[in-house]
């Protein structure tokens, strides 16, 4: 015979139930009310000469096009080289690391990059990169900090999104005679498709709103280059020039106008990178 479940009980879980609520409500006002008055306060402010012009002091105009032009840039250069390394190192500490004192030493490692202050990452890029590999103040210095600060991520979420896949599923491809690299290939990683995605989109998320490490490696310059030659040049990204126009020179609706393209660029690329993950995975699965 099932015991009814006592008033008391009734009224803790009630109450329980009433503050998870409560929570979610209070969290979801307060992304809808900060999103909602950013775009608010800068969509009204962004005009086709903000987008497509560079700034001039001579003919007093404000354009953000060389900023937009850096910031993808930066978001490229960054995945192109953060990826590979990252679920690299992910697959190697998942399915072929066996000591596991190396493992934790690793992982203790990706732990405490995670923990930096990135002002901390932007004086050692500068030393490191800007200084002794002679790279200077530019995209390409700042691009490889922000490989350095986003490895932590890819690293984790990779390393998760694998260990939710079955291991039934690896022990029938080895039942019919794939090797451990081809397992990994054709069953793993297609797998773990998922993970890697949303590792990505993190990532890019920290890079559309990393300032403090870019002022000491990309620098802020607000001058448009070509993709190759921009990549050694001097720039600065969206988050910088929003810092540089509300800090230094007061132009508070410029800052909000590029607040609001912030967001509205994350959202897309966020929406791009989903949407080339669920194709890739159907692409597997067919």
């Known amino acids: 015979m099932i015991k009814p479940i006592s008033k008391r009980r009734k009224a803790y879980c009630a109450g329980m139930k009433t503050i998870t609520y409560i929570a979610v409500g209070i969290v979801c006002a307060l992304v809808i009310g900060m999103v909602g008055y950013v775009l608010a306060k800068g969509l009204p402010n962004v005009t086709w000469n903000l987008l497509s012009t560079s700034p001039s002091y001579l003919e007093n105009n404000i354009g953000i096009l060389p900023d937009i032009v850096s910031t993808l840039y930066l978001v490229i250069a960054t995945l192109i080289i953060v990826l590979p390394i990252g679920v690299g190192a992910a697959i190697y500490l998942t399915e072929y690391a066996k000591n596991k004192k190396i493992v934790e030493l690793i992982e203790l490692a990706s732990e405490t990059l995670s923990g930096i202050p990135s002002i901390i990452y932007g004086l050692v890029g500068m030393l490191i990169f800007c200084q002794f590999f002679g790279f200077g103040t530019s995209i ?59 590792g990505c989109i993190l990532s890019i998320g920290r890079i559309l709103g990393e300032s403090a490490a870019l002022l000491f490696t990309a620098g802020f310059a607000h001058t ?63």
């Open 140 to 198: 390409i210095a700042g691009a490889l900090t922000l490989v350095i600060m986003n490895l932590p991520t890819i690293i984790r979420t990779t390393q998760e999104s694998l260990k939710t896949v079955p291991q039934s599923y690896r022990e029938g491809a080895f039942a019919l005679g794939a090797g451990k690299w081809r397992v990994i290939r054709t069953v793993v990683l297609p797998s773990s498709i998922d993970g890697i995605i949303t």
């Open 224 to 286: 448009l280059y070509g993709p190759i030659e921009g990549l050694t040049e001097p720039g600065s990204s969206l988050t910088v020039a929003l810092y540089v126009y509300a800090k230094e020179q007061g132009e508070f609706e410029v800052a909000f106008a590029i607040a609001a393209i912030l967001m509205i660029l994350a959202l897309i690329i966020n929406f791009s990178a989903s949407l080339v993950g669920k194709l890739f995975k159907r692409r597997v699965e067919q």
